[in-house]
């Protein structure tokens, strides 16, 4: 449900499969961010005793060491910064991101900002809250925040409140001084396949559910690919996990601390399978040690933060992030936490993937909030559900949510060698993990980030017949692994070596893609949303895919004609390759067909966030921003949830400059009088920015500004005018512009155009003008040229309903031999029809008084 990014062009839009997110993997890939406003919350939502503070570009650069103390930073800083310093007894600087973090990569510490960040140690007895703001306000700063606390699941699908969890990097230190040693008891390869672990029968309702034994068949783990499990620690020395541990255990080694819900989650993910004991792993293995690995950065009692542990996790080859924490609060994150989130999507993967996965419960408040890290664009959410596949009565429901998966009395591993049965959506989430370990591993080197995401949410089977109340709220659909790995060894069929869309018309689409290598033939389906199931059988015109999809065409040919569409609507396709057994991944396109041109009366209004279809969404700016369709906290109406245009300049960072357009489809006022255009807007601005509203009636080359804000007083102010200048004319765009730096937004909604309808006869006499005026538009006096001298002449001007606004007869003497001059300056702004009468000349013109 993500948003556009330019303006709405009829262009093809190429993915390999349904992906809608990017796959590009290039520096600083931050996702979609929203400022958050931490003084809703009171002193008790944070940790004590630490803020988090970013610090400008400039100010690091000129520091003597990139690790520096506080005493160097404040060799550095101003007066004012001294005073802050003083007034809360800051005592210590540290340096959130330390260079031992990255022992592969050095270079991305500075690339993306990391060395930025410092954790100020301030009083215990200082409100965070006015620390940050005191802070904020000093140039050396980008960003300071309270330090948000964070929770975990317990066992009966509650939340956990955590005293010493590693939010503060001032205790972090103490943490590793106890732990296990580490002992092996992996067992070798067993000659039979299906799983003989003693609890196995625990786990067949949860594993059945998602066709984990058909799975199975297909393909069950491999050792190259490592899950860092960001939780409580795992028991490393467990017998049923310490055969799937990854070598180098964790950022706390040996001295890791077993804890029983980090335990657990590891059992699910990759508990060694086969073994004869215990149970059974969804990426564990046969038995003989190709189990996926487990990474334990136990971010509640270990020695590394919740952010610091994605960094580790990439550095060390993860492909696989699985989390079970959340803030205490909605609608809030700390920034440093999804930067590391961000960082691990970008450069996470190791060998075998290009970009990692992080993969997060979704939360046991049974609420539709927006619950943090979870709710955050980059990662996949998962929800969790029972036997009967409906929601858990715990678990969080949003349209942010991507999957769901059983979590409900859910049997793995314990702590102290032991097993036992938690529930929670921590519980389903290492669910998908360990089937996105079993699609990374059945195609390793050959997948992306985003892929791996697709295949998962594409092949999720539709599990709303039993939640009718939460429809869209529980993502895609429930996990099932077979359809995952059937997904995901299509990869193993070349895709045909182009897909092409063009919109020829408003009713046709043009199709044509170039077969693979082989010269396979082709399998082509349309839907009119972006989904589609998996092609497992020939099909013929007419057919439908289950999971998504009519088939328009298969066969040996390179072209296809799409007819009888809707005008200005989105058409998606896929094309696969078919080899006679098996299909390719396929390649996906959508393209919008030619848009309509609009007339009056006109509104828009929003049911979901996506943008709509033949809106102009313009960035001026290098990156760009855009224009989306949302809600913020304090926005138009307030902080609901009702969906408007929106421009927010707090996502795209402090030191961003915006100039970014909103701009209406074509209209077409030939036959209308008296238009009027209203809406709704909150403009909450800093100083220097601005908003403002525009027309162009030549195609978007020349606008004419109609209104401008430097701030807005009512929430929502209302505006409605009449725009004369564009009565009467065939090709009419409307344009809202933002202007300015960082910080706050420009809310628009309840855009509506209505006008008074131009009679026939005036309609027809535009449509025959007949006589040259100039110059027009005028001010205030205008000129009909003659060939020759003029005995009278008849002047009527008529405003766009038909009435004779203006009459007169003119002799010689009222102009020259070569012009008559008429001086219509009684006229009220607005689009008019003058008629002339004359031995020598007769006719109509439209005319425009500005």
Not at 247 to 253: A, K, T, W
Request: glycine share 10%; net charge negative; charged share 20%.
């Amino acid at each position: 449900i993500r948003l556009m990014k330019r303006m709405v062009k009829l262009t093809v839009l190429i993915l390999i499969g349904n992906l809608s997110i990017s796959f590009s993997l290039l520096s600083q890939d931050f996702g979609p961010r929203y400022k958050v406003d931490f003084f809703k919350f009171d002193d008790s939502a944070f940790e004590e005793g630490v803020v988090y503070v970013k610090l400008a570009k400039n100010v690091v650069k000129s520091l003597p060491d990139d690790e520096a103390t506080l005493s160097k930073i404040e060799a550095v800083s101003s007066k004012q910064m001294h005073e802050v310093i003083k007034k809360f007894d800051i005592s210590e600087a540290r340096t959130m991101f330390p260079k031992k973090l990255f022992t592969k990569k050095m270079d991305d510490r500075e690339l993306w900002g990391f060395d930025q960040w410092y954790a100020f140690k301030i009083s215990s007895k200082a409100s965070p809250l006015e620390v940050t703001a005191s802070l904020n306000a000093l140039p050396e700063v980008i960003t300071a925040e309270p330090v948000l606390k964070i929770r975990r699941l317990t066992g009966n699908g509650k939340w956990e409140k955590l005293e010493n969890s590693s939010r503060n990097p001032f205790k972090t230190e103490k943490a590793a001084e106890k732990g296990m040693g580490v002992t092996s008891n992996g067992k070798g390869k067993s000659e039979k396949w299906t799983p003989d672990d003693t609890y196995y029968n625990q786990q067949s309702w949860h594993y059945s559910k998602i066709s984990l034994p058909q799975a199975w068949d297909i393909h069950n783990g491999g050792d190259n690919v490592i899950v860092s499990v960001h939780d409580g620690g795992i028991q490393i020395s467990h017998p049923d996990l310490a055969a799937n541990i990854w070598d180098g255990f964790g950022p706390d080694g040996s001295n890791t601390i077993p804890n029983r819900h980090g335990t657990h989650v590891a059992g699910t993910v990759a508990a060694v399978s086969n073994n004869s004991i215990g149970v059974a792993g969804v990426a564990g293995g046969d038995g003989s040690g190709n189990g996926a690995r487990l990474m334990s950065v136990d971010i509640f009692n270990g020695s590394i933060t919740t952010y610091q542990g994605y960094v580790y996790a990439a550095q060390n080859g993860a492909a696989i992030s699985q989390n079970s924490w959340g803030y205490e609060n909605p609608d809030a994150y700390n920034q440093p936490d999804l930067d590391g989130i961000d960082y691990f999507h970008a450069s996470g993967g190791g060998e075998v993937l290009e970009g990692g996965v992080v993969i997060f419960a979704a939360g046991n408040e049974n609420s539709s909030q927006n619950w943090y890290p979870a709710c955050y664009e980059p990662v996949i959410a998962v929800a969790a559900t029972t036997q009967s596949d409906a929601k858990a009565s715990f678990s969080n429901y949003a349209p942010w949510v991507d999957i769901s998966a059983p979590g409900v009395s859910i049997y793995s591993t314990f702590e102290g060698n032991s097993y036992g049965s938690l529930q929670g959506t921590s519980m389903a989430c290492p669910h998908v993990s360990g089937v996105a370990a079993l699609v990374v591993s059945i195609a390793p080197g050959v997948l992306t980030n985003g892929m791996v995401k697709e295949i998962l949410l594409t092949s999720a089977d539709d599990h709303y017949a039993a939640n009718p109340d939460y429809i869209g709220m529980l993502g895609s659909g429930r996990l099932n692994a077979q359809n995952a790995l059937l997904l995901a060894s299509a990869y193993a069929v070349d895709n045909p070596n182009s897909f092409t869309a063009e919109a020829l018309s408003q009713s046709e689409i043009s199709l044509s893609w170039e077969p693979n290598d082989e010269s396979m033939q082709v399998l082509v389906a349309y839907n009119t949303s972006n989904s589609f199931g998996i092609p497992n059988f020939e099909y013929s015109p007419g057919n439908s895919i289950a999971g998504g999809g009519e088939v328009l065409y298969f066969g040996d040919e390179t072209s296809f004609l799409h007819e009888g569409l809707d005008a200005g609507t989105t058409y998606y396709y896929k094309v696969w390759s078919y080899n006679g057994s098996n299909y390719s991944a396929g390649l996906f396109s959508a393209v919008t067909t030619v848009c309509n041109i609009y007339g009056v009366p006109f509104s828009i209004g929003f049911d979901n966030t996506e943008f709509p279809n033949c809106w102009g969404n313009v960035s001026n700016t290098e990156p760009e921003f855009t224009w989306t369709v949302g809600s913020t906290f304090g926005g138009i109406y307030g902080s609901g949830s009702h969906l408007y245009f929106l421009y927010d300049s707090y996502g795209y960072g402090q030191e961003a400059i915006h100039d970014a357009d909103l701009v209406s489809p074509e209209f077409n006022f030939s036959e209308n009088g008296e238009v009027h255009i209203s809406f709704k807007h909150f403009f909450k601005h800093r100083p220097g920015h601005r908003a403002s509203f525009h027309y162009s009636v030549d195609g978007g080359s020349t606008w004419i500004e109609k209104g401008a804000w430097e701030s807005t007083t009512a929430n929502p102010e209302h505006y409605s005018q009449r725009v004369e200048e564009v009565e009467g004319e065939t090709s009419v765009y409307f344009k809202w512009k933002y202007e300015g730096g960082w910080g706050y937004f420009w809310c628009v909604d309840s855009i509506q155009l209505t006008s008074e309808h131009i009679p026939n006869s005036i309609h027809t006499a535009i449509a025959i003008e007949q006589v040259n005026v100039y110059p027009n538009p005028f001010s205030d006096v205008v000129y009909i040229p003659f060939d020759g001298v003029i005995d009278s002449a008849m002047v009527r001007v008529l405003n766009l309903h038909g009435s004779v606004v203006f009459q007169k007869v003119y002799s010689l003497n009222d102009g020259d031999s070569s012009n008559l001059r008429i001086d219509l300056s009684g006229l009220a702004k607005g689009v008019y029809l003058i008629e002339i009468k004359s031995k020598s000349k007769s006719g109509y013109a439209k005319i425009v008084r500005l």
